[in-house]
């Protein structure tokens, strides 16, 4: 599989527990973003990493939230201590730099988080 | 007041018609401009660029005014499967992340 790949697809947890997701990108793109899509709404973007280091984070990312991309490969999106307004689909994308303007983004399938 | 504003509907139009979405953004700064495409449950993909001269691929026209920050999407002859939601999305560089608007729901009915 090519694509940009997510895991877990879907997350049931309790208020308070932390959660991890994880995003492997396309193998030769060096940009990876994070993205939260709630019921009804376009996706919102939360942070980005070129190669390994973030580059930019939203200030919708509270300081629950936690991305990191240690080999500028795979990356790890964590939140703790996670309240019900935190219930959403979760995006990774990837790009090529040169390929970002002409929106050549590529999205998984999401990670879907439920907070009870 | 978001930075892309469209109308969420939902348009329920019968096969074979024309239907056509508006968009606005607010960031003069906006450099480049998108019309995004997301199945219910799935992931957004790319559906066209957007240029000031027009962009036309297949039944789908895509249209950009910079000076009214206005986006058109115009599809014609609809199908079935054209039925999703539709977003617009803009970026200020190639530096900055994509930004979506909260699409515009589109049902073609048989």
């Known amino acids: 599989d090519t694509g940009v790949s997510q895991d877990p697809r879907h997350k049931i947890t309790k208020r308070g527990q932390n959660v991890t997701f994880r995003c492997d990108p396309i193998?030769?793109?060096?940009?990876l973003y994070w993205y939260r899509q709630t019921l009804g709404q376009g996706p919102e973007f939360l942070t980005y990493?070129?190669?390994?280091?973030?580059?930019?984070k939203s200030r919708l990312l509270s300081d629950r939230f936690s991305a990191e991309r240690p080999k500028g490969s795979f990356s790890t999106l964590e939140i703790q201590r996670t309240e019900q307004g935190d219930s959403a689909m979760y995006l990774c994308?990837?790009?090529?730099?040169?390929?970002?303007?002409?929106?050549?983004?590529?999205f998984g399938s999401g990670t879907r988080l439920t907070v009870v | 007041r978001k930075e892309v504003e469209q109308d969420p509907g939902p348009f329920n139009v019968p096969e074979g018609a024309t239907v056509a979405f508006n968009c606005t953004y607010s960031n003069s700064a906006s450099q480049s401009f998108f019309w995004y495409r997301q199945d219910c449950r799935k992931e957004p993909k790319l559906l066209m660029s957007v240029y000031s001269s027009g962009n036309e691929d297949g039944r789908f026209t895509a249209q950009l005014n910079r000076a009214s920050q206005y986006i058109s999407l115009l599809i014609r002859d609809s199908k079935l499967s054209d039925s999703a939601t539709y977003l617009c999305?803009?970026?200020?560089?190639?530096?900055?992340?994509?930004?979506f608007g909260k699409g515009t729901r589109l049902s073609v009915i048989a």
């Open positions: 990493f070129q190669n390994e280091a973030q580059l930019e």
């Open positions: 994308a990837s790009s090529l730099i040169g390929e970002a303007d002409a929106g050549g983004y590529t």
């Open positions: 999305v803009v970026t200020h560089s190639g530096n900055t992340p994509l930004v």
């Open positions: 193998s030769e793109h060096n940009r």
